[in-house]
């Protein structure tokens, strides 16, 4: 079985500042890694993901994460944070059939002006 | 784009109701799935479905049901609403050997 750990329920960032959200998976088989974005009362958005190849991904919105399967770690970064950022960010893993995604607790990212 | 669609934004229901929650989607996905969404606890999973009238149990299925009679409708079903059930419920689909999954905007039910 799959899991992840988000860690931090909240990270606060200035604008224009490095954005890093941290994930680590735990799976007993090679994982699909993604994450997602939640604006408010909105679903879930896919924002980048990891299958196999290159293990530096990048997604929408100039996000980008890698994944470092010695560390079995998954996490985002942005270089420069907008405030049109702010959001919840879940980090998920997933076997090779796909159909059993398992999502973090979630990362609330605020960008102060 | 793929649009899934949930028939419902808000919710409320009394405690002993059935309670149905409706989703559909228009590209011709094989899988869909149904999750519950908590603060602290982020997205579990209830049910999915790989084809028509096809089914499988998620993390925590105990008090719901789920139905699947057409390829683009599936439909999550609470027996009888409790309050623990008061959530946000998102539904999800993803073709065949696609990656990402695709979701609704959610029901937020409140159970009085």
């Known amino acids: 079985a799959q899991s992840v750990t988000q860690l931090g329920s909240h990270v606060s960032v200035s604008e224009g500042a490095l954005v890093l959200l941290r994930c680590n998976y735990s799976s007993s088989v090679p994982p699909y890694l993604f994450w997602y974005v939640q604006y408010p009362n909105q679903g879930l958005q896919l924002l980048l993901k990891y299958t196999t190849g290159a293990t530096l991904v990048k997604g929408i919105n100039g996000f980008e994460a890698e994944f470092k399967k010695s560390e079995t770690s998954f996490h985002l970064t942005k270089p420069s944070a907008h405030m049109s950022d702010a959001a919840e960010y879940f980090c998920a893993v997933s076997g090779r059939n796909n159909n059993d995604m398992r999502f973090g607790a979630g990362t609330r990212l605020t960008v102060k002006p | 784009d793929v649009k899934v669609t949930q028939s419902s934004r808000y919710l409320v229901k009394r405690t002993g109701e059935k309670v149905f929650l409706e989703c559909v989607q228009d590209?011709?996905?094989?899988?869909m799935f149904w999750y519950r969404q908590d603060p602290g606890l982020g997205l579990r999973l209830i049910y999915f479905?790989?084809?028509?009238?096809?089914?499988e149990k998620g993390d925590i299925p105990e008090g719901y049901s789920v139905s699947r009679e057409k390829k683009e409708r599936f439909s999550l079903i609470l027996e009888s609403a409790s309050t623990n059930q008061t959530s946000m419920y998102l539904c999800?689909?993803?073709?065949?050997?696609?990656?990402?999954?695709?979701f609704g905007s959610g029901t937020r039910l409140t159970v009085v």
């Open positions: 590209m011709d996905h094989e899988n």
């Open positions: 999800a689909s993803r073709t065949q050997g696609g990656y990402g999954y695709t």
């Open positions: 479905s790989y084809d028509v009238k096809m089914k």
